[in-house]
Nanobody, 118 residues
């Protein structure tokens, strides 16, 4: 059974930092690209950051330079370090794992709430 377990969300003041974690089980972690998405109330889910199995990364323009995605193969875990947080970063953050070969497989975590407010 595949499970993506997110943690690390919470309430933080503007300008603060949080680090999200997503522990994967039931998959061969090295075969999957990992990503963080977020969904704010009334908005569509959007890609925040992506890290491939070869550890190349890309970011949404709105978070580039503030957020860093990384992965630890030994722990089957992907992280999202979020610095200089803004109120507009408030959303539910979801972990995603995707593999395209030999067949498309796509998994989601349950989400973790991040609230940036004074």
């Amino acid at each position: 059974q595949v499970q993506l377990a997110e943690s690390g969300g919470g309430l933080v003041q503007p300008g603060g930092s949080l680090k999200l974690s997503c522990a994967a089980s039931g998959i061969i972690f090295s075969n999957y690209a990992m990503a963080w998405y977020r969904q704010a109330p009334g908005k569509q889910r959007e890609l925040v950051a992506h890290i491939s199995s070869s550890v190349s990364t890309n970011y949404a323009e709105s978070v580039r330079g503030r957020f860093t995605i990384s992965r630890d193969a030994a722990k089957n875990t992907v992280y999202l370090q979020m610095n200089s947080l803004k109120p507009e970063d408030t959303a539910v953050y979801y972990c995603n794992a995707v593999r395209t070969l030999p067949t498309l497989m796509n998994y989601w975590g349950q989400g973790t709430q991040v609230t940036v407010s004074s």
